[in-house]
Nanobody, 121 residues
Framework: VQLQASGGGLAQAGGSLRLSCAAS????????MGWYRQGPAKPRELVGF???????TYEDSVKGRFTISRDNAKNTVYLQMNSLKPEDTAVYYC????????????????WGQGTLVTVSS
């Protein structure tokens, strides 16, 4: 299974960016898909995630500004980032919990390669 992220780049404070992450390979079911980020000299932190059904969950600092959505048919998760702040500068990693075969009980964690988001003040 591979996760391919795209959409990072440079934005000004107050601006917007949209990240995408597509999963491919041997996939029977994806339980959750989401995003983490790691800023300069900071540990990796959760941004938010979404299950195949239901509403997304967000880290407090991005609530009201970021929106996670998912296209189950395309095995793709999106992160719409609005009202960006310089403190949102980080490498963003997509994450997925994947069952590769029918009957697999525990899903396996997979990570994308990371995409850099830089927000200038």
């Amino acid at each position: 299974v591979q996760l391919q992220a795209s959409g990072g780049g440079l934005a000004q404070a107050g601006g917007s960016l949209r990240l995408s992450c597509a999963a491919s390979g041997s996939i029977f079911d994806i339980e959750s898909m989401g995003w983490y980020r790691q800023g300069p000299a900071k540990p990796r932190e959760l941004v938010g995630f979404i299950f195949s059904r239901g509403s997304p969950t967000y880290e407090d600092s991005v609530k009201g500004r970021f929106t996670i959505s998912r296209d189950n048919a395309k095995n793709t998760v999106y992160l719409q980032m609005n009202s960006l702040k310089p403190e949102d500068t980080a490498v963003y990693y997509c994450h997925a919990e994947v069952r590769s075969h029918h009957g697999t009980y525990h899903p396996v964690d997979y990570w994308g390669q990371g995409t850099l988001v830089t927000v200038s003040s």
